[in-house]
């Protein structure tokens, strides 16, 4: 994620253990990790695509931004 450079891109990193930011509240709700798994979400002006679950499609999702 941090190789390359991508303008606007935003990366959060978040412990299911800890309460979402009330300031990034509406834009992170319903985004967390798939069953246990890390998930990537990549979101393009406001619209977000299905997110990509488990180290070997994060990846590949990366690859297409």
Known sequence: LHQ???P??????HAAAQPIPAE????????GSIQGESS???CREGTCQSPANGLPAILAAVETV
């Open 8 to 13: 606007n891109k935003v990366v959060w990193r």
């Open 40 to 42: 990537l979400y990549i």
């Open 4 to 6: 390359r450079f991508v």
């Open 24 to 31: 990034l509240n509406s834009l992170l709700t319903g985004k």
